[in-house]
């Protein structure tokens, strides 16, 4: 398993809407479309008239060795501006088309 962390762009409750806080999502997944299945799974739950409930972010932070573990979210959803590491791999997802391109 893989630990990721996903990002939504801003967040409906906050004034701001897309350009406010973050929604951010640790997962555990075995790969990374799996990780933004799970997290898109709990967007579409939240509220979503000011963002879009899609994943914008993802990064992947290491592999979680602990035996026996099913996919799922860790932590979440927590709601601060994101900055990502240029030591971690990473994508974004365009927003004309939705396909997803590694940055790092």
Same mark, same amino acid.
């Given at each position: 398993?893989? %630990?990721?962390?996903?990002?939504?762009?801003?967040?409906?409750? /906050? %004034?701001?809407? *897309?350009?406010?806080? &973050?929604?951010i999502?640790?997962?555990?997944?075995?790969?990374?479309?799996?990780? %933004?299945?799970?997290?898109?799974?709990? $967007?579409?739950?939240?509220?979503?008239?000011?963002?879009?409930?899609i994943?914008?972010?993802? %990064?992947? $932070?290491?592999?979680?060795?602990?035996?026996?573990?099913?996919?799922?979210?860790?932590?979440?959803?927590?709601?601060?501006?994101?900055?990502? /590491? &240029? *030591?971690?791999? /990473?994508?974004?997802?365009?927003? /004309? &088309?939705?396909?997803?391109?590694?940055?790092?």
């Open positions: 398993m893989q %630990i990721y962390i996903i990002v939504r762009w801003g967040n409906d409750a /906050s %004034i701001d809407g *897309a350009n406010g806080e &973050d929604t999502y640790i997962i555990r997944a075995p790969n990374m479309a799996e990780a %933004i299945e799970i997290a898109e799974c709990e $967007l579409i739950n939240q509220p979503h008239k000011r963002c879009e409930p994943a914008n972010v993802c %990064i992947e $932070l290491g592999q979680d060795v602990q035996p026996g573990l099913e996919p799922g979210v860790i932590v979440g959803p927590y709601f601060n501006f994101f900055h990502t /590491s &240029d *030591a971690l791999r /990473s994508w974004v997802r365009h927003y /004309s &088309d939705g396909e997803w391109e590694k940055v790092r």
